[in-house]
């Protein structure tokens, strides 16, 4: 069982997303990692196998910062744990997600995607989730609609937490069969 967690501030909100994986490593887990959102900036990113404590021994040397994000511990069920296979997974740079669960149609979500031309680089369910948003945003859907049309797609359990460098405001959350909470401070 793995851990997602998303924060959306008006202050640098790694540290918070630090915090809240530290509080469900308790779940277990093989990797971790980080994708922030800034002014004026893209989607940074940083990914680790083994546990928060290394996730935060790499953000001294790599430092990101930003207003918005997404974090995420892997329990890994599609691909070993590595970094390629660690979240946030990312298309084209411009959608970063985390996703706690498992989708189950995955294999034919892969093959239409490379079908239509998508290169995807990790092992994992996950993965193909980000690039169908993509997908469906390159074909004109605002990203709220994006996210839809794609959970329309999917079977199987997940918690994803999305964002978009088109979209620095929002976190967009949806769930099906697993847990997921908000909270407003
Ligand atoms: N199925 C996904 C993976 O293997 C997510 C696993 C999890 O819930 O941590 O990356």
């Not at 989708?103 to 034919?108: G, P, T």
């Not at 990203?143 to 329309?152: E, G, M, P, S």
Request: hydrophobic share 40%; aromatic share 4%.
């Amino acid at each position: 069982m793995c851990g997602i967690v998303g924060a959306n501030a008006q202050r640098d909100v790694t540290p918070l997303l630090i915090e809240g994986l530290k509080r469900l490593e308790y779940r277990g887990y093989d990797s971790a990692g980080i994708a922030v959102l800034d002014h004026d900036k893209s989607i940074q990113r940083l990914r680790v196998v083994g546990k928060v404590r290394e996730l935060e021994l790499a953000l001294t040397k790599n430092p990101v910062h930003g207003f918005c994000g997404i974090a995420h511990t892997r329990w890994a069920t599609h691909g070993k744990p590595s970094e390629i296979n660690a979240h946030p997974h990312m298309s084209h740079h411009n959608i970063a997600l985390v996703h706690n669960g498992i989708i189950e149609n995955h294999v034919k979500l892969r093959q239409e995607l490379i079908e239509s031309g998508y290169h995807l680089v990790s092992d994992t369910d996950s993965e193909v989730v980000a690039h169908l948003i993509h997908q469906q945003i390159s074909k004109g859907s605002t990203f709220l609609d994006a996210v839809k049309q794609t959970v329309a797609k999917l079977e199987g359990a997940y918690a994803l937490a999305i964002i978009a460098e088109n979209e620095p405001q929002h976190i967009i959350a949806v769930r099906s069969g697993c847990p997921l909470v908000i909270g407003l401070g």
